[in-house]
């Protein structure tokens, strides 16, 4: 029985490589391929190379290579057949079954290749004789050399009914033409489907010819035709120059996913030789398949235009249920009104590599595309931004990345919030803003005795902000008993209001270090914080206060983070950094939102703590 080349395809996509030779050679990780000591000879040395991403072994001690299904056969003294029969049992595929129609439906795929194959022969040719002059010119004008035309096989559709019927009218039947794509019936008999256009082959993975697209020199519509689906072809998954592009993929070399074929040419011509397009479709899970098996992040780069903001907004939609924290993709965002093609043209391909180095990835291009050129002047609209931004999220099977990507979002839309309540603040003149008063360097006492002063009369300011009040830090041992005991009773209760806070802190004894703090002139004066101010304004002069007393203190803290990460390089302590560079970041926003007392107290002393 032979069988069809789809069904090897299948078997070997569905393989590890590295998995199934692994069984019989250790093997060891070298960047994205494994190395070890050859099965077929003997050595000491390592020389056995096994490509995953590629999808074949080599030994450059005796030359040995292959795919998996040869590798079986040799190792496993296996005939051809033997060896697909055990490797389809591993794959969970069922052998096709020998019938009539499936032998006819073998030999059918191909004849069609081998039509597709003399048509694109046939073409090239017309490009290269004087008929295609027009269209060579047209070509050549955009910037292609000849070396990338024959690279890419590109070739010329005279404007005639009947030129792949004269071509291969003699060597295949017309039926089969018709089944190609390369001819249409119609009423007065078959005719030819392209007329009058320079023709791009479309090839599979294995670099075979299996349809067509042609572009219009005129203003004929539409500009760009393809190849209907036929039984060797299929739009939804099939990349033009896949072929190309997996000879190239690498652990630095990401397919590049853009929109057209001169798009795929012109990066090619540039240097970027893993461009990929999809034929006329939007990106399908077929095709995300195909670039994960080439690179864990391909890089998606449509045009700057607003059709293609949205192209690349619906591929994120697409991806989103299949990401992992291993599995991604990235966003390139190309100035508005160019493509590569024309970008790489005007600019040349040192702003092309600029934009790719700018790659977007899923939690920042997932931000700007909702937001981008867009107001949200209540927060009501901000609420409903952040609640589309979760609903598209829960598409992720992948919880730990949902969780991650949930908790940007959530980030994001509260420093969204903050920018909205800084608008509104009432502009209040005269004198210093009383965060000035609170400089940590200058009395430590004091930023924290009024941080922890305004969580007593507003609890939840604590309860929806642990990270920050975990980092209030004094060496008065009163306040340092007072942060535990708050924090402690808000973690049993986190809707506790401030009247029962303050009724339990007493009775826990520290009445006196409360009074202490209210008799201060500074506490009087910050109003915002006193029981009964508004909870936002509370909550907003809270953070700020704590931003501008402690910032140097997370600063600090950020800089011990990092270098503990760098001597561990544990998850917990890349959390910590991640941790603290949010709330450094979003300090440095706060700062300025103190609101502004009209009577700023010019000279303090604070009263002993208890």
């Known amino acids: 029985m032979a069988f069809a080349p789809s069904f090897l395809d299948e078997i070997r996509q569905r393989l590890s490589l590295a998995g199934v030779i692994g069984r019989r050679v250790k093997l060891q990780k070298r960047g994205h391929d494994y190395i070890g000591l050859c099965p077929f000879h003997k050595e000491k040395t390592p020389s056995f190379n096994v490509v995953e991403d590629k999808a ?8 040995a290579h292959g795919d998996v299904i040869g590798f079986t056969m040799r190792v496993e003294n296996l005939g051809f057949r033997e060896a697909v029969e055990q490797l389809a049992r591993q794959a969970g595929l069922a052998l096709p079954v020998e019938t009539p129609q499936a032998r006819a439906e073998a030999a059918r795929a191909a004849t069609l290749n081998e039509v597709c194959a003399a048509a694109a022969e046939s073409f090239e040719r017309q490009l290269w004789s004087p008929g295609g002059a027009a269209a060579l010119d047209y070509l050549r004008g955009r910037g292609l050399s000849d070396e990338l035309i024959r690279k890419f096989r590109l070739g010329w559709a005279p404007d005639s009914r009947s030129f792949i019927a004269s071509a291969l009218g003699g060597r295949f039947p017309e039926a089969l033409l018709v089944e190609a794509g390369l001819l249409r019936q119609g009423e007065q008999g078959a005719f030819d489907f392209f007329r009058g256009r320079v023709i791009f082959p479309i090839c599979d993975r ?34 033009y120059g896949l072929h190309l592009a997996r000879a190239a993929a690498g652990p630095d070399t990401p397919p ?32 995300l398949a195909e670039l994960w098996r080439l690179h864990p992040e391909p ?30 993709v990235k966003f390139v965002s190309l100035p508005p009104k160019h493509d590569p093609d024309s970008l790489i043209r005007e600019k040349g391909a040192a702003a092309m590599r600029d934009a790719l180095a700018g790659a977007a990835a899923v ?3 997932l931000w700007s595309s909702a937001t981008e050129d867009k107001v949200f002047p209540t927060v009501e609209a901000i609420a409903q931004l952040e609640a589309q931004l979760l609903k598209r999220l829960k598409a992720i099977g992948d919880r730990g990345l949902q969780f991650h990507l949930r908790r940007f979002v959530s980030d994001q839309t509260s420093a969204l919030y903050w920018k909205h309540r800084r608008r509104r603040l009432p502009k209040e003149g005269g004198g210093r803003q009383l965060s000035a008063r609170l400089g940590a360097a200058e009395n430590p006492w004091r930023a924290a005795a009024v941080l922890l002063a305004g969580v007593v009369n507003h609890p939840s300011i604590a309860a929806d902000d642990v990270d920050r009040f975990v980092m209030i830090r004094s060496d008065d041992p009163g306040l340092a008993r007072l942060a535990e005991a708050i924090l402690g009773v808000i973690a049993s209760q986190h809707d506790i209001t401030g009247a029962e806070l303050r009724q339990r802190l007493e009775e826990l004894g520290f009445a006196p270090t409360l009074a202490a703090i209210e008799r201060s002139e500074i506490w009087q004066a910050a109003r915002f914080l006193h029981p009964g101010a508004d909870p936002y304004d509370a909550a907003l002069g809270w953070r700020a206060l704590f931003s501008r007393a402690l910032l140097p203190e997370a600063r600090r803290e950020l800089a011990a983070a990092t270098e503990e990460w760098e001597r561990e390089q544990t998850p917990e302590a890349w959390d910590r950094v991640e941790r603290l560079r949010r709330l450094v970041a979003e300090q440095n926003s706060e700062a300025e ?18």
């Open 593 to 610: 939102l103190v609101p502004l007392q009209r009577d700023p107290i010019e000279r303090w002393r604070p009263q002993p703590a208890a």
């Open 299 to 328: 890089v998606v780069c449509f045009d700057g235009d607003a059709a293609g903001r949205r192209a690349a907004s619906r591929t994120l939609d697409r991806a989103l249920p299949h990401l992992t924290t291993e599995r991604a």
């Open 256 to 287: 590049i996913v853009t929109e057209g074929y001169m798009d795929v040419i012109a990066l090619h011509g540039a240097g970027f030789e893993t461009a990929v397009a999809p034929l006329g479709t939007a990106l399908t899970e077929e095709h």
């Open 363 to 365: 939690s920042d291009f």
């Open 56 to 63: 074949f072994y080599h030994c450059f001690g005796c030359g």
């Open 206 to 239: 294995a670099g075979r010819v299996i349809a067509f697209g042609g572009r219009t020199l005129g203003d004929g519509q539409p500009k760009y035709l393809n190849s209907p689906d036929t039984p060797i072809f299929h739009k939804g998954r099939t990349l």
